[in-house]
């Protein structure tokens, strides 16, 4: 057994027995970790506020290979998401965030970069204004990068032409579109040259910019669709993020 000293995001918990609880992190020297917390709903547990979703940690653990969960030793805060909580939208964006990362990371899979993302992303949101939904557009052009399924915006999958004020034909399967010459016997679903110019500039801005996206309905409809196929069919093909659904369906959002 090995005593291991780590960062860690929360991604959810589950209740356990009368005063314990089972805390689903992500960490970034050890990958996605299932450990328990004993007592941690005791009233004077020393894990009391530390292990609410979407908190930064640092966390020793006890880490044995044989058991899929590991016990926790201790928990101190890094940072607390407290401009998230009570915010009904930034708290289901940030959800969704941690949910994405908690379907898609199979196991203890290192991949410190995706931290550092997850992390920068919920600071960011902690603290924004603005556009909030850029945010997580901008973390998951960048969480498909990682994962090493990045599509291509800007040009036909067939011909290679520059797809341009156009459009195209969106194939997540394809990994990318299609153009009107191209596409048309395939079908797909259409996409407007504004809303791939948006796409485009995602895979390359900078994180704290996103929030000034000024982005028509039209435009925002089918990046949220094209989101929700690409995942789909890369990730999990049975249901889209029930955050995001949440999300979605708050006034004001739709």
């Not at 550092?116 to 498909?144: K, R, V």
């Not at 955050?243 to 004001?252: D, H, Q, T, V, W």
């Amino acid at each position: 057994m090995a005593i291991l000293n780590t960062q860690a995001l929360v991604l959810k918990g589950w209740k356990l027995g009368e005063t314990s609880k089972i805390v689903a992190l992500y960490t970034r020297d050890y990958g996605k970790i299932k450990v328990v917390a004993k007592g941690a709903r005791d009233p004077k547990s020393q894990y009391r506020g530390c292990l609410e979703p979407l908190t930064h940690l640092n966390v020793i653990y006890y880490d044995k290979r044989t058991r899929d969960l590991q016990l926790l030793s201790k928990a101190s805060i890094v940072r607390s998401p407290v401009q998230i909580i009570g915010n009904i939208e930034k708290t289901t964006l940030g959800l969704a965030m941690a949910e994405l990362v908690s379907r898609a990371v199979e196991g203890e899979e290192t991949l410190p970069p995706l931290f550092d993302l997850l992390s920068d992303s919920l600071q960011t949101l902690d603290s924004a204004n603005g556009f909030l939904e850029g945010i997580i557009w901008y973390f998951e052009t960048h969480f498909i990068r990682l994962m090493g399924y990045e599509p291509v915006w800007e040009t036909c999958m067939a011909c290679k032409d520059s797809l341009g004020a156009e459009g195209g034909f969106f194939h997540p399967d394809s990994g990318g579109l299609f153009c009107s010459r191209c596409g048309g016997k395939r079908g797909g679903f259409a996409v407007s040259g504004e809303t791939l110019e948006i796409l485009f500039w995602l895979q390359r801005c900078l994180l704290r910019e996103v929030t000034a996206l000024n982005v028509q309905p039209g435009q925002k409809a089918e990046i949220r669709k094209m989101f929700d196929l690409y995942f789909r069919t890369h990730i999990d093909h049975r249901k889209s993020l029930n955050a995001l659904n949440i999300y979605y369906s708050l006034e004001g959002c739709a």
